[in-house]
């Protein structure tokens, strides 16, 4: 059976200001972060809609109807704003529903949510994410930092395997290719949280992969990256990539008992 997944975010446009001498010219460039995990589902059993960034803030559905069309929704790399001001907001004052606590009620009722980490996830750079005390926080298994949240590690590190028999490690023997950095995030203290996998303790333990629930929805909070760069081009390319991230779906996609 298909499942339907929709990815939200992993977009964005640089500007660049180019200095020749006496001369200078502008450029602008649109960049897709999300390419690796694309080609790791492509043909599978997982039915990915990918959202970019840019096009969420008006096209991101705002009833209930709209989600019960997936069966797990993917947040990288996009920070809250985005979901709470469309232009009918932003630019004419208008009211529309309020689609974090939407994402909410649609996990209570069964829906599985993953946060991917980044620059806009969590909190994020300069605490810009601002997904901290919104009720997307809520469903997770983590809890945000009130601040920039990045753990940079340009050395790099791998990942600890705490719980090797939960089903999201299923097949995934053997040491991880290197990651470069996480968002630091606060494990719930809850029997239905676990912490999956984790940094070394030299590297502060941080959570790497957190599973939990919420009402009768499945969540999960991976705090690294879905490709560069904090995943190095080793772990995208790693035969692991795949098995990881359907794992992770078909975990979150599995109703609860």
Same mark, same amino acid.
């Not at 010219?25 to 589902?41: D, I």
């Not at 970019?52 to 996009?78: Q, T």
């Given at each position: 059976?298909?499942?339907?997944i929709l990815l939200v975010g992993e977009s964005w446009v640089s500007s660049a200001t180019h200095y020749k001498g006496f001369d200078q010219f502008g450029s602008v460039t649109f960049h897709l972060g999300a390419e690796p995990l694309v080609k790791a589902l492509a043909g599978s059993a997982f039915e990915l809609t990918y959202m970019p960034a840019?096009?969420?803030?008006?096209?991101?559905?705002? #009833?209930?109807?709209?989600?019960?069309?997936?069966?797990?929704?993917?947040?990288?790399?996009?920070?809250?704003?985005?979901?709470?001001?469309?232009?009918?907001?932003?630019?004419?004052?208008?009211?529309?529903?309020?689609?974090?606590?939407?994402?909410?009620?649609?996990?209570?009722? &069964?829906? $599985?949510?993953?946060?991917? $980490?980044?620059?806009?996830?969590?909190? $994020?750079?300069?605490?810009?994410?601002?997904?901290?005390?919104?009720?997307?926080? #809520?469903?997770?298994?983590?809890?945000?930092?009130?601040?920039? #949240?990045?753990?940079?590690?340009?050395?790099?590190?791998?990942?600890?395997?705490?719980?090797?028999?939960?089903?999201?490690?299923? &097949?995934?023997?053997?040491?991880?290719?290197? !990651?470069?950095?996480?968002?630091?995030?606060?494990?719930? #203290?809850?029997?239905?949280?676990?912490?999956?996998?984790?940094?070394?303790?030299?590297?502060?333990?941080?959570?790497?992969?957190?599973?939990?629930?919420?009402?009768? $929805?499945?969540?999960?909070?991976?705090?690294?990256?879905?490709?560069?760069?904090? !995943?190095?081009?080793?772990?995208?390319?790693?035969?692991?990539?795949?098995? !990881?991230?359907?794992?992770?779906?078909?975990? !979150?996609?599995?109703?609860?008992?």
């Amino acid at each position: 059976m298909t499942k339907k997944i929709l990815l939200v975010g992993e977009s964005w446009v640089s500007s660049a200001t180019h200095y020749k001498g006496f001369d200078q010219f502008g450029s602008v460039t649109f960049h897709l972060g999300a390419e690796p995990l694309v080609k790791a589902l492509a043909g599978s059993a997982f039915e990915l809609t990918y959202m970019p960034a840019h096009e969420a803030v008006e096209k991101f559905p705002f #009833d209930m109807a709209g989600l019960d069309v997936y069966d797990a929704i993917i947040l990288s790399d996009i920070g809250a704003n985005s979901l709470l001001l469309p232009p009918d907001v932003w630019l004419h004052s208008r009211t529309v529903p309020n689609r974090l606590k939407l994402l909410k009620a649609w996990v209570e009722k &069964g829906g $599985g949510l993953l946060m991917v $980490g980044g620059y806009f996830s969590f909190q $994020g750079i300069d605490g810009k994410a601002r997904w901290r005390r919104t009720p997307v926080e #809520d469903t997770l298994p983590v809890t945000c930092l009130p601040y920039d #949240d990045r753990v940079e590690i340009p050395e790099g590190t791998v990942a600890e395997v705490v719980k090797p028999e939960h089903p999201t490690m299923r &097949g995934l023997e053997g040491a991880w290719p290197v !990651l470069l950095g996480v968002n630091e995030v606060e494990v719930r #203290d809850r029997a239905d949280v676990e912490i999956v996998a984790r940094l070394p303790e030299d590297q502060g333990g941080h959570p790497l992969l957190v599973v939990g629930t919420h009402g009768t $929805g499945r969540t999960a909070a991976w705090t690294s990256d879905i490709g560069p760069h904090w !995943l190095s081009p080793a772990f995208c390319e790693w035969e692991g990539y795949d098995r !990881l991230w359907k794992n992770i779906l078909g975990w !979150l996609t599995e109703k609860q008992a």
